[in-house]
């Protein structure tokens, strides 16, 4: 496991104090009071009067001056000598200085007493990558993001623990617990390089199926769809979603949500915004779903949507449709194409091998991998669909 730089550390540390100081002058009402320190006529901080001396060493490390905190740190723990996060104060000012073994001994001071300060935990999370303890580096980590969800800097502290095998494996069985900060691990703040987003979900195939939610694990696998990881995103969505066989996914409907709120990744139905587009749903008693579907208005309209992945090949889409004539074949068109755009779909035709369903027929060429199965319907005319199926029918 890679060790950590020093100033990496820094800069972690740095975000935990811009918010401690915020929240410290926030609960105390010393944003006044500290602003006008050079004032003579500023009320004078005490011996033992321990918020305001903890809220002036930690500005004072805001301002990149530890050995100005370090006084004042050491004058709140007079008032508190049995606080973490005032050891803890002790402690980012003792490494700014360059004191190693001095900021070692009050980290271990103030981890003995509750774990509940973050620069602690960065401290220790720290000394994990020089131990090359991976296990420990993500327990620290988990401990600082249970507080702290939105930690500033979350993401490059995922990005240091996934650098290796050994900190993927720890930190997917802290993953696998299901935290607070699931959600924040499956939906990055920052825009990931290829490399990070393979590296997180590297994390997730180490964890046990049972631990995974498609809803969580979906913004991370659209991440990686829009970066081109088709194989590694369709993988990752296999392992969470729980797919049904073949090359369309739910081709019953039985997932679909009409107000849009489950339709989670690309690889599921995606319905349009558009208000012109009447969708309601027949029920059958196994639970499939007909979806019934209507256009207003005076142009033709996406009306549902799949993302696929496909090798070139000559392939055949079929529904069930129980409108046969020629008038509603001619109103759908359904494309298999590298976009949605009206362009490429082709209209419906009756399938001679099955009668009640529909089909469009079309050759896959390698210009892209991932095809968008896109149905579009024109304006006033009422169809029903159901049991979508895509199969290769020649090369």
Known sequence: MAKMSGQRWASICLAVLLLGYATVAAINGLGRWISDEGDPHAPPVFPYDTMAARALATRSLVNNAPAQALPFARMALLGDPVDAQVVGLIGRSEILLGHGDKADAAFRVSAGLGWRDTATQLYWYSRAFDLGDAEMAAQRLDAVLRQDPDFLARDSSFADLTASPEGRGALAARLAEHPAWTVKFYAPR??????LLTDRADVVRRMPKAALQCADVAPLVNRMLQANLLDEGQDLWSRACDPEPGLVHDGHFRGLDLDGKGNVTFFNWQLPASGTVELLFDEAANGSRTLDMRVNGGISRSVLRQLTILSPGRYKLSWAMPEQGPAALAA???GIGCTADRGEAVAAQADPAA???????????????ARLISFWLAPGTRVHISDVRLERVGA
């Open 190 to 195: 920052d825009a990931l390089t290829p490399e």
């Open 332 to 334: 759908l068109r359904v």
């Open 355 to 369: 009668p009640g369903r529909a089909m469009i027929e079309t050759a896959i060429d390698d210009t892209c991998r």
